[in-house]
């Protein structure tokens, strides 16, 4: 009888043992991944860094040309990031990166860029959309940043440019739950300084707003408010704001009846395209059938847009934005 109950108690320990080593197996590399992560927010790159010296700006410009694309993961117009294998969504980065060299852009800020997930293969998107549209310099900004033993997620924010970049740093955007910004990572942006020309420089606000929660989007509005408002350089913010002017189609306002876009309008910082209700070819999300204007290049109010179009494409869930803008001299 003694016997049987050892046993019994040996094989219930070593089962307890089984269990906890596969638990920290599959969980232990998650809480590396989180202490890690704090260091790896943003991170600037260069062709460069690996062919020469850093290239400089030559010329004096009046006007550049930027593109606004949240590219889904990679993932086409569904809303599955299972839905495909890695190797469909790699070609999927090729025809993306193939539409952007085609805008001839100078500067490129992307949304939703995988920079090393298990759903899309593990390609580092950012990487490989700069090099194959010929960006010498990005910027690589993290949101989600964390990894288990069966999977990866890190993703967030890109900027993609033909000038050298001066300096970059994350924008701390408020998170949708506090635990969120602990367990996972939130909804950050990236601000960046670039050397347009040899006497101009310009700044870049990455931008990609909570979409849960217009109070908390209002929030995010009023930092760049202050940004813009306190910056030595003349600002530019571009992204999927998910949020659009009230009385424009689907406008989600917060508990004080403002949407985050109202905040920034009110501001007098920016100035921008469409102003009056929207037009069919203007709308950005959803791109198989648009019905909302969430995409937006925001200029300095003393700026001028030569053009400004939404480019129809299926390539993602949202169709990228292209403008041309003129310098005030």
């Not at 089984?18 to 600037?44: H, K, N």
């Not at 949304?111 to 990005?138: C, M, R």
């Not at 990866?152 to 408020?174: M, Q």
């Not at 053009?307 to 869930?317: A, E, F, G, P, R």
Request: with cysteine; hydrophobic share 40%; charged share 25%.
């Amino acid at each position: 009888m003694f016997q049987k109950l050892a046993a019994g108690i040996r094989r219930r320990k070593r089962l307890s043992a089984v269990f906890v080593l596969c638990i920290i197996v599959v969980i232990g590399p998650y809480p590396i991944s989180r202490f890690r992560s704090a260091g790896r927010r943003i991170r600037v790159r260069s062709i460069a860094d690996s062919n020469g010296p850093r290239q400089t700006t030559a010329q004096e410009r009046s006007s550049i040309r930027i593109v606004s694309f949240n590219i889904a993961h990679g993932r086409g117009d569904t809303d599955d990031n299972w839905k495909e294998s890695g190797h469909r969504k790699h070609a999927r980065i090729e025809k993306i990166a193939s539409l952007i060299e085609e805008t001839e852009a100078d500067i490129v800020v992307l949304n939703e860029v995988d920079f090393d997930s298990t759903w899309s293969g593990h390609q580092n998107q950012a990487e490989a959309i700069a090099k194959l549209a010929e960006y010498p310099f990005w910027v690589e900004q993290r949101n989600l940043d964390f990894r288990f033993a069966y999977g990866t997620w890190k993703f967030g924010n890109a900027i993609l440019s033909k000038f050298p970049i001066v300096d970059c740093r994350p924008v701390e955007f408020p998170a949708y739950k506090p635990w969120e910004r602990l367990l996972a990572g939130c909804k950050r942006g990236a601000i960046c300084t670039l050397q347009v020309s040899p006497n101009r420089r310009i700044r870049v606000v990455a931008v990609h707003l909570e979409h849960r929660n217009e109070d908390v989007r209002v929030k995010s509005a009023r930092m760049i408010e202050e940004l813009a408002g306190t910056s030595e350089w003349p600002l530019i913010a571009v992204g999927d704001f998910n949020s659009t002017p009230t009385g424009f189609p689907r406008a989600e306002q917060s508990t004080t009846g403002k949407t985050a876009f109202d905040v920034l309008v009110a501001s007098n910082q920016f100035q921008f395209q469409p102003r009056l209700k929207p037009s069919a070819d203007e709308m950005t999300f959803l791109s198989s059938d648009p019905t909302q204007v969430i995409d937006w290049i925001l200029i300095p109010p003393n700026w001028e847009f030569a053009d400004y179009k939404v480019i129809k494409s299926t390539l993602s869930d949202h169709r990228p934005v292209s403008a041309t803008i003129v310098f005030d001299e």
